[in-house]
């Protein structure tokens, strides 16, 4: 049984086995008092060790970051914070940590766990955000498999550029400057495990629009990867991202889509971890007392979690985005870094003042020029915008992009050819297109970004087990 | 609305919508009935257009890929198959599809269909697949989250090697043959984006490991990539794995959640697609009868899939399993094409006779020599075996891989030294021995595996989207 489970029980001196892991022990030989978690829950039980029945030689092994197993009667517990504890009648040591575990109990910087990620799992933080990650993750899939989607698994590596514009990883089995040659001195790819110059994928999206085209409804949910030498708070080199896409779905039907769908996944979290969460708000508003007045959030995390499910999000075009932007106080007073004027890539300044000053909630933006956006968007009528949303929310920015794709085989070309995006390599895309087109709509979530609104982490790195950024590859 | 939830309608007259593409068109243009498919399920709906309602130029649009929306009233149907048809009132026409739309309705070939895999969901086979692959892929996380374990996203890009003897791929930002050196005239893998040489997982079971020495109950279900030169119906160089992990299990516990796993998703594939199921066993036996008759199977699709969760599974030593090797017919009649002795790597026909002549069910086979498995399975008292579990089915082979892990630092230290691993690389793994280590047992289950006996599809490229093999790389 697990500690989550034992702690719910009526304690009437029952035997039971508790096993995880040492947080901290109190008092002496002759009476301890351990804590013990086994991360199925953020609480920890206490085990009450009496010397007369526990060996002192075994006793001594008890420390933090051991591993043991705790047999003995469950009982009413006044002092130990929680209904319960164990009186300990017998005692196993799996594995003892010596005075290098570096998890002692005491505050660690989140700086220095990272480098500890292997180990960062036995914090109260770590395990309570990677349990309402998971959360997260099976509420993602609930919800689209309620709403009769397919899960597909698009491909990692590939030979194409979904973005048309992205930095990509090369994959080869070739070895480091030892590729074969054609007759003509270039490297001869033919050679290679695919015979192709391969990479990892951007993004799962024209592969899954080619599901769509027959399945109606599927959505994808998959590492996706970036060769951008960003060392942000926000920026990942490999990044779990969901994308669902829809066949006979207009722009409006994909942003009530996204609506839903992220209302869903952060009331899921709200209901099935709020230990976790109320750990998380506690120390959220801990260390938002220690920032500057001026970055302080006005909200707590869970204040700021129940605002966004229950109201609408503010919905506007990028016209009317700039329009907001050109009238407002930060550009009248030229404290914008960066020109606001239409046509521009908006900056994180720029949409930072939209969420978290003027709407003061999660807005969509939509239509945006077509020079900024990606090939496969639709045109609208006025010949300069596309049916392309961008969700963004408070502190976080860009949660989800997506777009109506452009189903006219015509226009597609035409806009492939504008941007000097090559058809041959898309030639299976384009068939989409040929043979029974059909407006469609989607978008991509990226999913850390979720998982740090949702948990009120700073910091993208500390929401994934392993983070990959320029430089690190550890673990 | 869905074709599958219209379906399901009582038929009262009511004003419906079908959209969907057409499948097939009979009749003339003064009454067509047409076929209509949305993949939301494997029964098409069937639109009656009568000539007066629906203009002839419209109608003559109407033609196999097309993709359409019909607007009309729900009626009983006599003759479509189904309970319920529709009188078309209005017709669009999103997409036309001339006659070169390669999905034409007769028989394809599979590999026909795997040049034009971006087209394959529309046929019914296919649909049915991935309908059912979904369906697991669901199944999967439902079984681990009734459970308490927590989805772990262990990373893809890495620098490690799970297995200490893998074919990778090469992940990297460097130009082929334009790697930057060092002043020895290496490559200088500092100058590459992670500072390091990097390559795709072949597990995520390292990491795993990482994760339930803290949380106790985790699993992965990720890609997964091996750069073998395996051109078989049973390889792919890009495939979904799920790995469990649990601390406190032993090789018994593992192998118990291991077959009520295999049941629990088999079950869950036939109870919620019983039609694509139907569908699939028609076929699978259809084939089967084009077999000679040494190579057919007795059972039906759902018989065996009956078969398999309503039996235990076979229990076994690697040591009994030689033993009823070296007494089999096919040894004494050297039959085998592969010596049969203790110690040796056992080959496809050794584990198909054990599965499919002798115990005719799933085998689990267990301790295995330590010659023959990886670095960090436990080493029994024995000397000569390590606590290692495969379990084999009939027609698939090796459907899981799994362990006991080694939990003492001093054995998995000696045994890394025998085998020559580098411990520097994997100093964070041996930590988790080295602070609190415990019991941990977990397993790889190989999703494509999986979904091929549940579908009884022969080629494992048949039921990944896209599959990735030496040289086949599109889409």
Not at 23 to 39: C, E, H, M, P, W
Not at 228 to 256: Q, Y
Not at 373 to 387: I, L, R, S
């Amino acid at each position: 049984m697990q500690i989550k489970e034992i702690l719910a029980l009526n304690p009437e001196e029952q035997q039971i086995e508790v096993k995880g892991w040492v947080r901290t022990k109190r008092g002496q030989s002759a009476l301890s008092f351990v804590s013990i978690n086994d991360g199925s829950t953020i609480n920890n039980i206490q085990a009450v060790m009496d010397g007369e029945k526990i060996p002192e030689e075994l006793m001594k092994k008890v420390s933090c970051g051991a591993c043991v197993a705790v047999k003995g009667k469950l009982v009413a517990s006044a002092g130990s914070g929680q209904n319960v504890e164990v009186l300990a009648e017998e005692l196993i040591i799996y594995g003892e940590a010596d005075e290098s575990f570096p998890i002692q109990p005491k505050k660690h910087s989140l700086e220095f766990l990272r480098e500890k990620a292997h180990l960062r799992f036995r914090t109260s933080t770590f395990s309570a955000v990677f349990r309402i990650r998971h959360a997260l993750s099976y509420a993602v899939h609930q919800f689209y498999h309620e709403r009769g989607f397919f899960n597909l698994h698009t491909p990692i590596i590939t030979a194409s550029d979904a973005e048309g514009a992205g930095e990509m990883f090369r994959v080869s089995t070739f070895e480091p400057n030892k590729a074969p040659l054609t007759e003509d001195g270039e490297v001869d790819f033919k050679e290679d495990f695919f015979a192709r110059e391969t990479s990892l994928t951007v993004s799962g999206q024209l592969e899954g629009e080619l599901g769509a085209m027959a399945l109606s409804k599927i959505y994808t949910f998959g590492p996706t990867f970036r060769a951008e030498n960003s060392n942000t708070t926000r920026h990942l080199a490999e990044f779990w991202m969901i994308e669902p896409e829809v066949a006979f779905n207009d722009l409006k039907d994909n942003m009530n889509l996204a609506e839903e769908f992220i209302k869903y996944v952060i009331n899921a979290a709200i209901k099935n971890c709020q230990e976790d969460l109320a750990f998380l708000d506690t120390r959220f508003q801990n260390e938002n007392k220690t920032k500057p007045q001026l970055e302080r959030s006005e909200h707590t995390l869970l204040e700021k979690l129940d605002f966004v499910i229950e109201n609408d999000f503010a919905r506007i075009t990028y016209t009317e985005a700039i329009d907001i932007l050109l009238a407002s106080k930060p550009h009248k007073k030229k404290k914008f870094k960066f020109p606001v004027e239409w046509g521009i890539d908006l900056q994180s300044e720029h949409e930072r003042y939209l969420v978290e000053k003027h709407f003061k909630k999660p807005v969509i933006l939509t239509d945006y020029p077509k020079e900024i956006k990606a090939f496969y968007m639709k045109q609208n009528d006025d010949g300069k915008t596309v049916a392309a949303m961008d969700v963004l929310f408070p502190g976080i920015g860009e949660m989800i992009g997506g777009s109506q794709r452009e189903e006219s085989l015509t226009k597609l070309k035409t806009r492939m050819a504008e941007m000097e995006i090559d058809e041959e390599n898309l030639w299976w895309y384009l068939d989409t297109r040929k043979f029974g087109t059909a407006p469609h709509s989607g978008f991509g979530l990226g999913f850390e970004r979720l998982v740090q609104f949702v948990t009120g982490m700073g910091n993208i790195r500390d929401v994934i087990p392993f983070p990959r950024t320029p430089g690190n590859v550890e673990f």
